[in-house]
Structure formats: structure tokens, C-alpha cells
């Protein structure tokens, strides 16, 4: 892995920890050295409970960005994606505005 893929690869986590500092204070990147975290895949740590694994770049298909553009709503109403690769099981793909919405009223 590039230098360039690194950094943008830190870039993109600090965003996520960025987002969620508000509703998680404690939210932050996963360190190198903390081994039990960087085997589970787990990039940012948001509690003991939750962890996010951060995608940027080529490697996130263009494909989900254009299926999450043909369900949009009106202004309150929430929408995702349901999708399948043949073999696999079933994903939910949503705005991140959205999906925050979703786990704070779950959290409440």
C-alpha cells in the first residue's frame, strides 16, 4: 500500500471519528499497536460495543452510489438499498444521515 493510499486512508477514518464525536465523545481512530481491534478489521472505535470499518476510494463500487440516487425521497421520508451478490447475504445501504437518525433512536 501507497503512502498517498495510506494518508487517505487516515484521512477517511478521521471523518468517520469526526462525524460520530458529537454522539460518541469518546470516538476515535483504531492505533496500530492495538492489535485485537486491527484483527476484527475494526478502523474506528466508537464504544466498547460498536466499531466501524472505514472504505474511501476505487475500491467503495459506483454502483451503490447510483442505486442509493434512484430512491430518492421526499424530504422526511427514509429510504436504503437492499442488495445480494449471487451466494452471499443480504446488505442494507443507506445515507449516513439516515443511518445515524436510525442508531440513535435504536440507542435512546
Given at each position: 500500500m501507497s503512502k498517498s493510499q495510506r494518508t487517505k486512508?487516515?484521512?477517511?477514518?478521521?471523518?468517520?471519528?469526526?462525524?460520530?464525536?458529537?454522539?460518541?465523545?469518546?470516538?476515535?481512530?483504531h492505533l496500530e499497536f492495538q492489535a485485537s481491534e486491527?484483527?476484527?478489521?475494526?478502523?474506528?472505535?466508537?464504544?466498547d460495543e460498536m466499531g466501524v470499518q472505514v472504505k474511501i476510494g476505487k475500491q467503495v463500487p459506483k454502483k451503490v452510489y447510483d442505486f442509493i440516487e434512484q430512491i430518492q425521497g421526499e424530504e422526511g421520508e427514509f429510504n436504503w438499498v437492499e442488495c445480494?451478490?449471487?451466494?452471499?447475504?443480504?446488505l442494507a445501504v443507506l445515507r449516513w444521515e439516515d443511518f445515524k437518525k436510525l442508531l440513535l433512536q435504536a440507542i435512546e
Open positions: 486512508g487516515h484521512r477517511g477514518e478521521l471523518e468517520v471519528v469526526h462525524h460520530w464525536k458529537d454522539t460518541f465523545p469518546k470516538a476515535h481512530r486491527a484483527e476484527k478489521g475494526i478502523d474506528v472505535i466508537l464504544t445480494r451478490r449471487d451466494g452471499k447475504g443480504w
